[in-house]
């Protein structure tokens, strides 16, 4: 089993950065590839960026693209630096741990372990 720890949520302001971290506890054989996503109460869950440790290859949602980076510093520890926040952007944010080859790397159900989130605002 894999346990999931997310950290760094706050409130800022529109055009504003933050930087989010997910710390993995466990094998580093249980998960081939982290994950994050976002909800909103009312809506599903949206997949924003993800990668893979092993390689550091990146994938991310088009809402976010080139305004956010996911990165690895090793296998157990994920970051998403968020910059030039929108409203739209705010949103619970998880991160996830798959090991499943998938043809939809940022859908939820690629994943089998969840963190318990943390709370990104971005209003003025």
């Known amino acids: 089993q894999v346990q999931l720890v997310e950290s760094g949520g706050a409130s800022v302001q529109p055009g504003g950065s933050l930087r989010l971290s997910c710390a993995a506890s466990g094998s580093s054989q249980s998960w081939k590839y982290i994950g994050w996503f976002r909800q909103v109460p009312g809506k599903e869950r949206e997949g924003v960026a993800t990668?893979?440790?092993?390689?550091?290859?990146p994938y991310y949602a088009d809402s976010v693209r080139g305004r956010f980076t996911v990165s690895a510093s090793n296998t157990n520890i994920v970051d998403l630096q968020m910059n030039k926040l929108k409203p739209e952007d705010t949103g619970m944010y998880y991160c996830?741990?798959?090991?499943?080859?998938?043809?939809?790397?940022?859908?939820?159900?690629?994943?089998?372990?969840w963190g318990q989130g943390t709370q990104v605002t971005v209003s003025s």
């Open positions: 990668i893979f440790p092993s390689t550091n290859t």
């Open positions: 996830a741990a798959g090991t499943s080859w998938v043809r939809n790397i940022l859908a939820p159900e690629s994943y089998h372990s």
